[in-house]
């Protein structure tokens, strides 16, 4: 190929296939070994995350995803539930906006609560054989408590740190 400028009549400016520069989107990527402060700090900025409805979004189609293959695999909520619960608590607390962190420090509790108050209301034979709503409730809550408080220490773990660690 020659590198010469191509052939156009007198008087017609050729047609340029150059962007201008502005317009080109700059494309970082992470120094190989370590991070640097630079990249650090873009990560962990306030601007970076899920917004706290996302969160409350995500997490709850997550949980209620959780619910229906625990149910549809063993007909009642099983540690795999009290896991998978743990596991959304820890990312929901992980990838929210810093400004929302209230969001993911209040979120396990009522999430679960809703769970075990939508069980206990559609499905009561998932925690007890004969009793009202409130008692299958109650004992939903008493059966996995260990989960609960799992899951809701974790997040509140999560939040204390990138309070204490990553301050705006």
Request: glycine share 8%; aromatic share 6%; with cysteine.
């Amino acid at each position: 190929m020659s590198s010469t400028a191509p052939r156009v009549a007198p008087g017609v400016q050729p047609i340029s296939f150059e962007a201008p520069p502005h317009t080109c989107p700059q494309v970082t990527t992470p120094p190989p070994s370590g991070a640097s402060a630079d990249f650090r700090e873009s990560v962990n900025s306030p601007s970076s995350g899920i917004p706290g409805r996302g969160v409350v979004l995500i997490s709850t189609l997550t949980t209620a995803g959780c619910v229906a293959l625990n149910l549809s695999l063993t007909g009642r909520l099983t540690l795999f539930f009290d896991l998978c619960f743990v596991v959304v608590a820890l990312t929901s607390a992980m990838s929210v906006l810093r400004r929302d962190l209230f969001t993911a420090g209040v979120l396990p509790p009522l999430l679960f609560a809703a769970v075990v108050g939508a069980i206990a209301v559609a499905a009561p034979e998932v925690f007890i054989q004969t009793g009202d709503v409130s008692r299958a409730f109650l004992t939903g809550l008493a059966e996995h408590a260990g989960g609960l408080v799992t899951a809701y220490a974790v997040a509140l773990a999560v939040v204390v740190s990138r309070v204490v660690f990553h301050p705006s």
